[in-house]
Nanobody
Framework: QVQLVESGGGLVQAGGSLRLSCAAS????????MGWFRQAPGKEREFVAH????????YYADSVKGRFTISRDNAKNTVYLQMNSLKPEDTAVYYC??????????????????WGQGTRVTVSS
């Protein structure tokens, strides 16, 4: 079955950077738009960023706009999330997700067909 495997999480000080990766397998990667979501303890999973199949369109949550950048490499079946100027409130488990084709609601958790297992990001103050 389809696998999405996140990596790159860890502990970082406020103001620092991390780059998350999500490697996809057993799917035609370029057929899928990709998203990043996060879930902090005691909170609901929330949208972070979305990228269409070609990388030509991206969307961001207001809370990360200007600090995070989503990108993809279709030759490597991988989507990335570059996170700069990290804040303690960015602490969460980060998940990548895949949706086949196009979605009119890229921020919607229920729009996505497949999910990874998550990678933990902790930002210390």
């Amino acid at each position: 079955q389809v696998q999405l495997v996140e990596s790159g999480g860890g502990l970082v000080q406020a103001g620092g950077s991390l780059r998350l990766s999500c490697a996809a397998s057993r799917l035609t990667f370029s057929d899928y738009a990709m998203g990043w979501f996060r879930q902090a303890p005691g909170k609901e999973r929330e949208f972070v960023a979305h990228i269409n199949w070609s990388g030509g369109r991206t969307y961001y949550a207001d809370s990360v706009k200007g600090r995070f950048t989503i990108s993809r490499d279709n030759a490597k079946n991988t989507v990335y999330l570059q996170m700069n100027s990290l804040k303690p409130e960015d602490t969460a488990v980060y998940y990548c997700a895949a949706v086949r084709g196009y979605t009119a609601q890229p921020k919607g958790v229920t729009e996505y067909d497949y999910w990874g297992q998550g990678t933990r990001v902790t930002v210390s103050s």
